[in-house]
């Protein structure tokens, strides 16, 4: 059965927004935010110049859109350590290593993108939605007598997050492990 | 016997200067940086407008004299807990905490203003220096057995200046205190 018009045309929309964000990245990555146009961003994208202005207004919205992308990507791959079967320590363990491998690739964005990137709302809902989430984690771990239960789980989850926003500066995997295991100490039941 | 005249001007000129750095940084924690002007500073500090720019070009320097000032405060408490008697474990928690409560103000700052202060050379400075002397006193903390071993120092420094700048965002003393024995928690040797 051939798929509906508007089937097609959506996933023909998909695939060419898709295309402008790898494209936009890939460019801003090699030549900086202010060494990239729009003119350029059309042709290695493979559309024309009046096309890429149907989907976004400027190059900041382009990396918004790839840089929101992205975070979702990332809070799905968090999700799904969280929700494999183990204790859940070990689940804390796998989420909070993951969340410390993605500071340290943050650690690349520079300066000046960052600061345009951070400045989207979606970086507030994430920021909100992962804290939430490891919450949860730090919830399950207290019922489970493996994380402290003399601090509440709420500011456990700000010390976890600031801790391991330490691995931006981290140029080893090694060092980003040690950081986890560091962390992690501080979130056992004392004694 | 009376003072050499080189003297009492140079006395002269830091009460000058010590009024305006405490009269700008009361008035733009009141009204904020844009909502204050160098006339309104040299009338409050009781001096004329003229003498007032001898001293200093603009507001943003004002205040980058005022932080820089506070800073070097801050650095010399720091160091007056760390060269009192007692065990390495002890004064790293009195300087950590000490550290964690200034966070804690701060977090006071604001955005833009922060943003104007944190742009000097005196900041990297501070905190190389700051970096310098925490792993000072972590090194001191492995040698007495009393900090883990298995991770450098220097990581050790980054981990702790990490999860203690999560104390700008409580708001409680308890809530700060906390944080450090989480925090001290992580440093111990892991058995």
């Given at each position: 059965m051939p798929k509906l018009w508007n089937?097609?045309?959506?996933?023909?929309r998909r695939a060419v927004r898709d295309a402008v964000l790898e494209t936009?990245?890939?460019?801003?990555?090699?030549?900086?935010?202010?060494?990239v146009t729009m003119s350029r961003i059309a042709e290695k994208s493979g559309i024309g110049r009046a096309t890429l202005y149907k989907y976004f207004p400027d190059i900041e919205s382009i990396m918004m859109a790839w840089h929101e992308r992205r975070i979702a990507a990332h809070l799905d791959e968090l999700a799904e350590l969280r929700?494999?079967?183990?204790?859940?320590?070990?689940?804390?363990?796998?989420?909070?290593?993951?969340?410390?491998?993605?500071q340290q690739q943050r650690g690349g964005h520079g300066g000046e993108l960052s600061a345009v990137l951070h400045r989207g709302d979606h970086v507030v809902h994430?920021?909100?939605?992962?804290?939430?989430f490891?919450?949860?984690?730090?919830?399950?771990?207290?019922?489970?007598?493996?994380?402290?239960?003399?601090v509440a789980p709420d500011e456990l989850t700000g010390y976890c997050l600031h801790a391991l926003a330490g691995a931006g500066g981290l140029t080893s995997k090694a060092a980003v492990r040690r950081l986890v295991t560091v962390t992690l100490a501080g979130l056992r039941p004392p004694g």
């Open positions: 089937e097609t045309i959506e996933e023909h936009t990245a890939a460019l801003v990555a090699e030549h900086g935010l202010r060494g929700d494999r079967p183990g204790a859940p320590g070990e689940r804390l363990e796998a989420v909070l290593e993951r969340y410390a491998f993605i994430a920021e909100q939605h992962l804290r939430h490891v919450r949860g984690l730090l919830e399950e771990g207290v019922r489970a007598g493996e994380v402290r239960s003399d």
